[in-house]
């Protein structure tokens, strides 16, 4: 089982759509997860991290652990077609991160 | 603040050959990562420096790989005879290594490598 695992879509909705992206986790033990964006043939770029359970808000970004279930999200509100990008979760362990596969998400407008 | 830096952007190389990628860290950032990343899949761990110290190397780090960071600032990436296997993306990144920030890790723009 990975450590980390996450639907790689690719994933299409309108634009000014709610996104809602998704990881699940394999350790109990991991206390930081981050999301990142990459754009195509980029490096990928953070967005956010959230400690432990509970929710961080950055203005159309909201970032949620629940860490019962061992699952994190992303959500995107008013999507728009400049957040068509690659969307990496990860989690912090030790000094390095470790990434789940990425999710391909296109904002049509 | 200019970034985390990379060159070259992209490396085509035959096979057998070796090569060596350079990665420019923020300057106030004491940590220096770096990752792989293929085609389809997100970043793999392969090594960590603190200033000049390697802490950590990834089993994927074969030894054919060799990571330096002498003073503690840049660092070098060498691949030495490359296969057709280690094309792929490979990104820096660079981080403070205390404070409520250490965990923000910031990446470069990768070196594109190609094996023929």
């Known amino acids: 089982q990975k450590e980390v695992e996450q639907d790689p879509g690719p994933l299409s909705v309108p634009e000014g759509a709610i996104v809602s992206l998704n990881c699940t986790y394999s350790n109990s033990a991991f206390q930081y997860f981050m999301w990142y964006r990459q754009y195509s043939r980029k490096g990928p770029e953070l967005l956010m991290y959230t400690y432990s359970s509970g929710n961080k808000e950055d203005g159309r970004f909201t970032a949620q652990v629940d860490k019962s279930s061992k699952y994190i999200s992303l959500f995107i509100r008013d999507s728009q077609p400049s957040d068509s990008a690659t969307y990496l979760c990860?989690?912090?362990?030790?000094?390095?991160?470790?990434f789940g596969q990425g999710t391909e998400l296109s904002v049509k407008p | 603040d200019t970034g985390v830096s990379q060159n070259p952007r992209h490396k085509i190389t035959k096979r057998g050959q070796n090569v060596t990628f350079r990665c420019d860290p923020i300057?106030?950032?004491?940590?220096l990562y770096w990752y792989r990343q293929t085609l389809g899949q997100g970043p793999e761990f392969l090594t960590y420096f603190q200033n000049e110290a390697q802490l950590e190397k990834s089993r994927l780090l074969s030894d054919r790989f060799s990571a330096e960071r002498p003073k503690g600032s840049f660092s070098t990436l060498e691949i030495q005879r490359t296969e057709q296997g280690d094309s792929a993306m490979y990104l820096c990144a660079s981080s403070l290594a205390t404070g409520p920030v250490a965990y923000e890790q910031y990446f470069g723009p990768g070196t594109r490598l190609t094996v023929t």
């Open positions: 990860a989690i912090y362990q030790g000094g390095k991160l470790i």
């Open positions: 300057s106030e950032h004491n940590r």
